[in-house]
Nanobody, 126 residues
Framework: QLQLVESGGGLVQPGGSLRLSCTASGFTLDTYAIGWFRQAPGKEREGVSVINRSGIGRNYADFVKGRFTISRDNAKTTVYLQMNSLKPEDTAVYYC???????????????????WGQGTQVTVSS
């Protein structure tokens, strides 16, 4: 069974940091572009960041630029989302998703991704 698993979420104070991880079971991530999305209560899911297969192509939503960094390890078995300077409005369930193709234009479109994880909760609160 092909599955993505997110980890690293939790409760953090405003201004703090968290690092989310995305791993796969049943397949390897190295042939996929990986996107991070989030969904806050009462809101639609939105794209946060994406990294292409090589790790060279990266895109960020405007609301996280300069604060979040996406990366993938050398073996390409894990994709990370380093989140710094967290704000209460970053509170959401964060999902990773794997897609066979990458585009800097449509990377935030959910229908471009084939596999999704179950999500990890990130809560930013004092």
């Amino acid at each position: 069974q092909l599955q993505l698993v997110e980890s690293g979420g939790g409760l953090v104070q405003p201004g703090g940091s968290l690092r989310l991880s995305c791993t796969a079971s049943g397949f390897t991530l190295d042939t996929y572009a990986i996107g991070w999305f989030r969904q806050a209560p009462g809101k639609e899911r939105e794209g946060v960041s994406v990294i292409n297969r090589s790790g060279i192509g990266r895109n960020y939503a405007d609301f996280v630029k300069g604060r979040f960094t996406i990366s993938r390890d050398n073996a390409k078995t894990t994709v990370y989302l380093q989140m710094n300077s967290l704000k209460p409005e970053d509170t959401a369930v964060y999902y990773c998703a794997a897609g066979r193709t990458y585009s800097s234009v449509w990377w935030a479109k959910e229908d471009k991704y084939d596999y999704w994880g179950q999500g990890t909760q990130v809560t930013v609160s004092s």
